[in-house]
């Protein structure tokens, strides 16, 4: 049998990898991947937490399905505006868009 | 050691390898494949939680429509970002180190907890989980108000989406 | 149980007892079991590709005047396995540049995205891989591996052809994936499941009677899905060579080929599966080996209509492919979906049931004759305006 704290573990660490990559990355698309990682690990962590801790109720997996809503919007979103930058001013690297920096 | 904890480590060091190779990969087309084996990861340990409907949408969703349009906006931002040397900001190393507390002091945190080792129990095979979750999720006793939200939003984000990525006319 | 009744069924019983009297761990032969299962499947699918290619070849011949092979063996049977020790005595090149693992992997992806349908295919009563409970989603997902392995073949292939094939390919294949898993989700309102055995279980009607469009539109997306002609842009010799496989040999390439062709097939089966009853038939409950050959004939016909559409229609522009798509087959299977649920909530177990869906299937379909009747006056009064037809001119 596979405790909890395995799947905790894991979705820490994944969720830690993709805090690195979002904020070490320079690349915005990069990024982006990161950020899925990080909602991934949240993902685990629900339906872990659902299948341990209250597998009588259905929430854990209910709220998995709207992160997975959250993710799609965020990548289309997201994906559209490093677009749009790219194709004004070419580059898709976070430090470069910094019109709006003081 | 039983057969399914050997699975699941086996699942969970790939998982980790390939989260890893995602942050660290200098070519991003590699970095997105390898997204989509930790993606892939990540359903396989939904099954072994017994949530098989969500690790069909987790390859539906993610590995069908996320990874695949990340491969594209990869190919479509191209040309002088290929291959440039430091792929990291130079902070690279502190937020290294702050990610590496992170996770020590969440796992630290957590072994406090005493429901950390806790078995799952076995769920009634009478029970159809996929009945219960779309009930809950269109019931007004359950998620019907997020779940409609969540859907308004993806129409929002499509329909932005198309907005920005737009090539505006007359350029 | 007597072999002539179930005769799966029976051997799988006899191999259990046997494994169980070796003493081994009921984990193992669970295990064993599946094993064995799958590897059953997987050669059933491999080797049904054989026949399929030299079926292709002798019925695109007949639409064509031809003979086709007919040297190899009795009617060219032999055919295929004259191209298979062809391909493996092939070259294997890897190009320079490519990038070597995904290079390699795109091809196995190509064939396991397919294989893995097979997994949940209901070959008779009693008789199927794994009968799991969101069979119809898990078809819609293990076919995002088959769009992933065309990414990567083109992308790695280091050429730009293979690259242009393969950007065309995910456009087309993501596109009608929607219409596809919206027409899918069909026959799961009106079986009350996703599984695909309760699906075939609950056609005492085929399905194709209360959704005739919707079949119908099936059909159409998985065409497109698997890129035959009239949806074959991602690979137009006259236009980008090879599209994605352009660089692949010998049986890299002999994989892609397979690849598509057992989709083709399989695309046959689901809508056999999805639309006309499976393998339900005729004394098919006691017997499942009628079952089985039920299900094959009705695939075989479906396989015949994609094959037959392959040999009559041309290829179609690549605008003209994706406003068919989301201008026409979207909305109108979205449309279908809402009305079909709506009239199945309001007359379903009443004797209305059956006359309002068709009504219903008649409506949009009327509704759509006469838009596109509309749309093909506008464009001929507009194409009246110019007193030439365009033409492209030399700058």
Redesign the interface.
Known sequence: ??????????A??????????V?????A??I???I??ML?AV??NL??F????A?ES??G??F???V??????????G??????I??SR??????EINLMKW | M?P??LV?LFV?FA??WA??M??TRNN?VH??LF?VI??FG?AV??V????G??AV??VL??IG??AI??IF??M??R???DD?P????R??GW??L???L??SS??IL??QWP???????P?LSSRD?IV??GT??VSPN??VI??EV??V??L???I???V??R?RKGK | MTFFEDPVVFLSNLIQDLLVGLNLAPSVVTFFMTLLGVVIVASFGLIAVIFLIWLERKVAARFQDRIGPNRAGPYGLLQTFADIIKLITKEDITPDNADKVAFNIAPILSVVSVLLIWAVIPFASGWIGSDINVGVLYIGAVGSFGILSVLMAGWSSNNKYALLGAFRAVAQLISYEVPMLITLLIPVLLARTMGLMGIVEAQSTWFVVYAPLPALIFLISSIAEIGRTPFDLLEAESEIVAGFHTEYTGMKFGLFFAGEFLHAFTIGVLTAILFFGGWRGPGAETYPVLGVIYLMLKALGGYFIVMWVRTTLPRIRIDHMLNFNWKLLVPVTLALLMLIAVLDKAFAGTALYLPALIAANLVVFAGLMVALRQLAVRQRKERKRFKKRPVAKPA
């Open positions: 049998m596979i405790p909890l704290s395995w799947y905790l573990i894991l820490a660490g994944l969720f830690c990898i993709g805090f690195y990559g904020l070490a990355r320079r690349n698309i990069a982006l991947m990161s899925e990682l991934n993902n685990i339906v872990a659902w299948r341990f801790l597998p259905i929430s997996q209910a998995a399905v709207i997975f809503a959250v993710a799609a919007a965020e990548v289309a979103v994906l559209a505006l490093v677009i749009s790219y194709r070419k580059t898709v690297i976070a430090e | 039983t399914i904890q699941f969970a998982t980790l989260a890893f995602v942050v991003l970095a997105a997204l930790a993606l990540v340990l939904f072994m939680l017994e949530a409907f969500l949408i987790q969703v993610y429509a996320i349009l990340m906006a990869v479509l931002t040309g002088d970002v440039i430091d792929i990291t900001n902070y690279a937020v290294g702050v990610a590496v992170f996770f969440l796992v957590m072994a429901s950390f080792t806790a078995l799952a129990k769920i989980t219960e979750l809950a999720l359950g998620y997020p779940f969540a859907s939003m993806l929002a984000a499509l932005g989406a198309l920005v990525a090539p």
